[in-house]
């Protein structure tokens, strides 16, 4: 039994800045993280042993004269208010992808403001996500926010819509939406115009991913619960792999799935944007330690 970590997995450039930045600034002392800073359990809990404690929306607008990472995810122009009023420092770790998605949706929302066109901004994303909410506040909370394709009822479709994406969301769902939003238009009889702002790290992730769990014969998948993203490349997994296995940690493996990876020639170990290198490598360890 061989045992491989794709070498594809792992954090994404805007998690991997956020981390870093955490790591650089606690060493000048007390910080607060606004959120969890990864969907991701065990980094949380490593960076609290560090000194990052986490707050939310509640303990932000109580706090004063502090220091607030905000994480890659974003937030909505009303936290930067917050923090202005209550003088604390904001060391601001948003990706510059979901910023520059930020400020696409902000001039869209501008110039059809105070125009009466009924036009809709839809956000292809998950109701109630950090990056997603970060979305809605460019709008005034105006924003349609949609699931799936079974949300689209939520639309106008004799009004105008301009529809975004989470940019951790899949590409095809985005372009099986957009197809939908084209057949649904009355002979184009009004606006539709769509922007694919889907990360191209997230994007070009699951061609790779297919290929290494399609060359495994067992593949665990190392994400966190809370991880929008990890449930979506997760399942990209098992379309082309159909044992694949969700685990959180090497606390989650089981006596069954021991076995089952050594009655195997190849393992492999993946994980996603929110998943440390170093959960993988004690996944790894686990599975080869077993029996010794």
Same mark, same amino acid.
């Given at each position: 039994?061989?045992? !491989?970590?794709?070498?594809?997995?792992?954090?994404?450039?805007? =998690?991997?800045?956020?981390?870093? &930045?955490?790591?650089?600034? $606690?060493?000048?002392?007390?910080?607060?993280?606004?959120?969890? +800073?990864?969907?991701?359990?065990?980094?949380?809990?490593?960076?609290? *042993?560090?000194?990052?404690? &986490?707050?939310d929306y509640d303990d932000l607008r109580t706090l004063r004269n502090a220091r607030?990472? @905000?994480?890659?995810?974003?937030?909505?122009?009303?936290?930067?208010?917050?923090?202005?009023?209550?003088?604390?420092?904001?060391?601001?770790?948003?990706?510059?992808?979901?910023?520059?998605?930020?400020?696409?949706?902000?001039?869209?929302?501008?110039?059809?403001?105070?125009?009466?066109?009924?036009?809709?901004?839809?956000?292809?994303? *998950?109701?109630?996500?950090?990056?997603?909410?970060?979305?809605?506040?460019? !709008?005034?909370?105006?924003?349609?926010?949609?699931?799936?394709?079974?949300?689209?009822?939520?639309?106008?479709?004799?009004?105008?819509?301009?529809?975004?994406?989470?940019?951790?969301?899949?590409?095809?769902?985005?372009?099986?939406?957009?197809?939908?939003?084209?057949?649904?238009?009355?002979?184009?009889?009004? @606006?539709?115009?769509?922007?694919?702002?889907?990360?191209?790290?997230?994007?070009?992730? =699951?061609?790779? $991913?297919?290929?290494? #769990?399609? /060359?495994?014969?067992v593949v665990i998948f190392v994400g966190g619960q809370k991880s929008?993203?990890?449930?979506?490349?997760?399942?990209?997994? @098992?379309?082309?792999? /159909?044992? &694949?296995?969700?685990?959180?940690?090497? #606390?989650?493996? !089981?006596?069954?799935?021991?076995?089952? %990876?050594?009655?195997?020639?190849?393992?492999? +170990? %993946?994980?996603? !944007?929110? &998943?440390?290198?170093?959960?993988?490598?004690?996944?790894?360890?686990?599975?080869?330690?077993?029996?010794?």
């Open positions: 039994m061989t045992v !491989t970590i794709d070498e594809n997995s792992g954090f994404c450039f805007g =998690v991997t800045t956020a981390i870093e &930045t955490a790591e650089r600034e $606690l060493k000048k002392g007390s910080l607060y993280c606004l959120g969890d +800073i990864v969907h991701n359990g065990q980094e949380v809990e490593r960076l609290d *042993k560090l000194g990052l404690e &986490t707050i607030v990472l @905000l994480r890659a995810h974003g937030e909505p122009p009303s936290t930067y208010h917050i923090a202005k009023q209550n003088g604390i420092e904001i060391i601001d770790a948003s990706c510059p992808v979901v910023l520059h998605l930020q400020k696409r949706i902000r001039d869209t929302y501008q110039s059809l403001h105070g125009k009466n066109t009924g036009a809709q901004i839809v956000i292809f994303g *998950k109701k109630g996500h950090a990056e997603v909410i970060g979305l809605e506040g460019q !709008t005034n909370n105006t924003a349609i926010v949609i699931e799936s394709i079974n949300d689209l009822d939520k639309l106008d479709f004799s009004k105008p819509i301009y529809l975004f994406s989470q940019t951790t969301k899949s590409v095809e769902e985005f372009e099986a939406i957009v197809e939908e939003i084209k057949r649904r238009k009355a002979k184009g009889e009004s @606006l539709f115009e769509y922007h694919n702002t889907i990360c191209r790290n997230v994007a070009n992730r =699951v061609k790779r $991913l297919q290929e290494f #769990a399609s /060359s495994n014969d929008s993203n990890a449930k979506v490349l997760y399942h990209h997994c @098992l379309e082309v792999n /159909s044992c &694949t296995l969700f685990v959180s940690s090497e #606390a989650d493996i !089981t006596q069954d799935i021991l076995e089952r %990876c050594h009655r195997v020639e190849r393992v492999g +170990i %993946c994980g996603a !944007t929110s &998943t440390p290198k170093w959960l993988m490598e004690n996944v790894k360890k686990h599975i080869e330690n077993y029996g010794i």
